[in-house]
């Protein structure tokens, strides 16, 4: 008999399945969904003495979230070394966490607080100053970073990292005082390299312990509700180097999140020789459903890089950039590698298409998987080049941490349509939701979700209009079956039908129905993958890997 290994009944289940939006139950064997139930009568023939069979108590369940564009093994190194202030909602708590912080941080460690914040979010509508910082630290190193904007450092980290003016500066302030003393603000300027080679200098954790981190971060999407994420490289993550702890996660079957991960070159100047060396060496694709190689990207190129510091004037890219770049996506090309490409400003976005198109001309792309990461200006002509390039985009809610520093400088109309995610989706482009994090951003989906659906940032500030924001079915889909086109997954992953993976999360309460202020608070009672518990809560709490 073809009995299901678990079912999931008596709930609300959001299929994100056009033909067939809501369910009562669903069965599912080996790893994927086996099929959909209308009610009671439709459990005859799937149960059998070894099924176990969950009453959700009319809970809405959901498929596993998939975020698109997401750090996530940086992020498991460092995950256990990290203050995080993502929910915290006044000024004084977040102090409070820091002193805290202090008195538990034994000798020689640093207190981190990188990212994920924004000073809006806070009752207080500021940021701490040093003196604050100081007061309460003591000689604890502390180093803060704001979005990808600046660093605020002790006087403790300062006097640990010595002589500044060693740091990689390049594209960076460091703030003096009149006797010409380091204050303890580092200012990114436009590119946020100064603040990154600022953190290198900070303890790492031993190999052990960042396998512990990697775990206890995997775990804590879990508890949000995330299955699945594709991984955008990032700065100083040397591959195949700072994958090892990733690599052997993946091989002892530990992994809770399905990853794809794009390799991110590390040396300007010197990457066509780092795409030669992968492309000869690995293949897009390889791995399992659980660890597998997505392409190349975010950055490509160096010269390409427009860094979104909406404190800053818009960087223009240098005249290289078009030289530098065509090197690269022929290659890719010629190779069949799938591409991603960080762009934030339309000004960059025409001049890399250009290069595109000029690449597509000599070696068609023909249906070869490629999106821009970002594109929060994109104009509309733009979009319609990217539609004829069979390109998809890939959007994060980066502005609802810099939607008011966007509408200080360039305009209340900018911040408003930034990114034109509604005109993307007429265009019949595809779209995927994630969050860029966990540094210019919250890794949480719920406030990407919150935001997609609301208009709001983290500080409340209405910046999207009613007719800029999603209906929350579209904004969910952009989470789950929108993501999977991103790693080539899409009728893999993404929906609850017959034939997927069986990833899903049980809510805390109504997606569909709740007040819209109350989506942000979301996170998952009951997150599975692969037909496996990996996160319990409330009264699911007993049930785990072993009992499922």
């Not at 009671?40 to 959700?56: C, K, R």
């Not at 809970?59 to 929910?87: C, K």
């Not at 204050?183 to 953190?199: R, V």
């Not at 010269?303 to 005249?319: K, T, W």
Request: hydrophobic fraction near 40%; proline fraction near 5%; glycine fraction near 8%.
């Amino acid at each position: 008999m073809n009995y299901a290994n678990l079912i999931i009944k008596n709930a609300k289940i959001i299929t994100v399945d056009p033909k067939k939006p809501i369910a009562w139950g669903v069965a599912i064997r080996d790893g994927c969904f086996l099929a959909l139930l209308d009610d009671n009568g439709d459990l005859e023939g799937l149960v059998g003495p070894e099924t176990y069979v969950i009453d959700a108590h009319q809970r809405t369940v959901i498929p596993g979230l998939n975020d698109s564009h997401i750090h996530i093994i940086r992020e498991g190194l460092n995950y256990d070394l990290e203050v995080r202030w993502d929910t915290v909602t006044s000024l004084k708590s977040a102090l409070d966490l820091l002193k805290k912080q202090a008195a538990n941080t034994p000798p020689g460690q640093w207190i981190r607080v990188v990212g994920g914040w924004s000073e809006y979010q806070f009752d207080e509508k500021r940021m701490p100053t040093l003196q604050e910082i100081n007061e309460i630290t003591q000689n604890i190193p502390v180093f803060i970073m704001h979005l990808y904007e600046r660093v605020l450092l002790n006087k403790a980290a300062l006097n640990a990292l010595g002589d500044l003016t060693t740091l990689n500066i390049t594209g960076g302030h460091i703030e003096t005082d009149a006797h010409g003393n380091p204050t303890g603000i580092l200012l990114a300027y436009p590119g946020a390299s100064l603040l990154y080679s600022a953190l290198t200098k900070a303890p790492h954790l031993p190999h052990d312990q960042q396998v512990n981190s990697t775990l206890r971060f995997l775990r804590e999407l879990n508890r949000l509700g995330v299955t699945s994420a594709i991984d955008a490289g990032g700065g100083y993550q040397q591959f195949p180097e700072n994958y090892n702890v990733i690599h052997e996660v993946a091989a002892q079957q530990q992994l809770t999140v399905r990853i794809t991960y794009y390799l991110f070159t590390q040396r300007p100047g010197h990457e066509l020789e780092d795409f030669t060396t992968w492309v000869a060496q690995n293949r897009p694709g390889q791995g399992d459903s659980f660890y597998r190689l997505g392409g190349a990207g975010e950055m490509l190129v160096y010269s390409a890089a427009d860094y979104e510091n909406f404190f800053q004037p818009r960087p223009d890219l240098p005249a290289t950039m078009e030289e530098d770049l065509e090197l690269v996506i022929r290659l890719l090309v010629q190779h069949r590698w799938p591409f991603r490409i960080h762009a934030t400003y339309n000004e960059s976005i025409t001049r890399i298409l250009t290069v595109f198109e000029h690449v597509n001309e000599q070696i068609p792309f023909n249906g070869l998987r490629w999106f821009f990461d970002h594109a929060e200006t994109v104009s509309d002509e733009n979009l319609e080049r990217i539609k004829a390039l069979e390109g998809g985009i890939a959007i994060q809610d980066r502005m609802a941490y810099q939607g008011e520093y966007c509408a200080q400088r360039y305009g209340k109309q900018t911040a408003m349509y930034a990114p034109p995610i509604k005109e993307m989706l007429a265009k019949s482009i595809p779209v995927g939701a994630g969050t860029d994090a966990t540094r210019v951003a919250s890794y949480n989906p719920w406030i990407c979700l919150y935001w997609l659906v609301t208009g709001k940032t983290v500080g409340g500030t209405q910046m999207r209009g009613k007719k800029h924001t999603l209906d929350r079915l579209k904004a969910l889909e952009l989470w789950t079956a929108g993501s999977a086109w991103f790693s080539g997954e899409h009728n893999k992953k993404g929906r609850i039908i017959p034939g997927q993976y069986a990833d899903l999360a049980i809510l805390s309460n109504d997606y569909l129905t709740i007040p819209e202020h109350e989506i942000k608070d979301l996170e998952s009672v009951l997150t599975i993958v692969d037909g496996k518990s990996v996160y319990a809560g409330a009264e699911f709490e007993s049930l785990n890997i072993r009992t499922l």
